[in-house]
């Protein structure tokens, strides 16, 4: 076995450091892609964050939200600013995305609560 | 970068669509399953028309393709002016008729981190370009559906459906590697070259 090793490594360096690699890599994502299924399947890990890149009606889809909640989040009234992206939107009010993202949980646990 | 990436999409809306699967198709490092998976969750929303986000995402994909193919094809023609070389790449020429069908299907949903290669490879190694279209607009097709579709489904949960199939795809890309790699390593351990 090592014999082969050897010679394998003395005429095929490069095929053999390939093949180590790929397999390393396999390895790797085998392992995040268990990682990150175990991670979601907690539903305590299930809520997707607020991103920049949502916009109003994106938010109130995926977080099932009603206009009125939607403007409580937003603190203004969405009629109109649906192609807004939050990270826009936030600029323009001048607050961040973890305090809109603290709203947001505020009205979620309103809502489990009731 | 990600972030501006999508936010680009809100802004204007299915064109991003088009370039970041055109641009993956080369091998340009892009959010490609993200933006598909945003697309979708903006169709769920309302804000994108379904048949313009999959069109939009299919037409940069198809033309992608096509671009590398022609790349390849061109950089094929380049080094085939080496004798030895040219050698090689019919060598290559002959495995990939023979087995180039399914394989450009699968880079393009299964195993989509090797899309890109397949098709600078497949032009290099003069692949039927015909036999390539067909079996990689049928494989973009399933591409795009798949991602579209779980984004219009999953819109609350993108970005754990991306990095779940994120890490599945580089899975299962990586194993065809090593797959690959290890019979040319048999092979080569059963033919040793004559010194």
Avoid at chain 1, 2 to 20: D, E, V
Avoid at chain 1, 62 to 72: F, G, N, R, V
Avoid at chain 2, 16 to 33: K, Y
Avoid at chain 2, 143 to 169: Q, R
Wanted: proline share 4%.
């Amino acid at each position: 076995m090592l014999n082969r090793l050897n010679l394998l490594w003395k005429n095929h360096k490069l095929l053999l450091l390939a093949f180590i690699l790929a397999a390393a890599a396999t390895l790797m994502f085998a392992v995040r892609l268990v990682v990150v299924t175990v991670y979601f399947s907690n539903p305590a890990h299930q809520n997707q964050p607020l991103e920049g890149w949502m916009t109003p009606r994106y938010l109130a889809y995926s977080y099932d939200l009603t206009a009125d909640e939607l403007e409580q989040v937003l603190g203004i009234d969405p009629t109109g600013v649906s192609r807004i992206h939050l990270n826009n939107l936030l600029k323009d009010q001048g607050i961040t995305l973890q305090e809109l993202q603290s709203r947001l949980d505020r009205i979620k646990a309103r809502k489990v609560a009731e | 970068m990600t972030d501006l990436l999508l936010s680009l999409v809100a802004d204007y809306g299915a064109i991003m669509l088009f370039v970041t699967t055109f641009l993956s198709c080369l091998a340009i490092p892009m959010p490609s399953s993200l933006m598909m998976l945003a697309g979708g969750g903006f169709v769920a929303s309302g804000e994108l028309g379904l048949t313009t986000a999959v069109s939009a995402a299919y037409l940069g994909a198809v033309t992608g393709d096509q671009t590398g193919f022609q790349i390849g094809r061109k950089a094929g023609a380049w080094l085939a002016r080496a004798p030895k070389r040219k050698a090689l790449l019919d060598k290559a020429n002959a495995l990939t008729t023979r087995h180039g069908g399914p394989g450009v299907f699968l880079s393009r949903w299964l195993f989509s981190p090797l899309g890109p290669y397949v098709n600078f490879g497949g032009g290099a190694t003069g692949y039927n370009w015909a036999a390539f279209t067909i079996w990689g607009t049928l494989g973009e097709a399933v591409w795009v559906t798949i991602y579209v579709s779980l984004g219009y489904l999953f819109a609350d949960h993108i970005t754990e459906v991306a990095d779940i199939l994120g890490n599945a795809s580089g899975f299962l890309a990586a194993l065809v590697v090593t797959i690959g790699l290890g019979f040319w390593l048999r092979y080569a351990m059963k033919h040793p070259r004559k010194p």
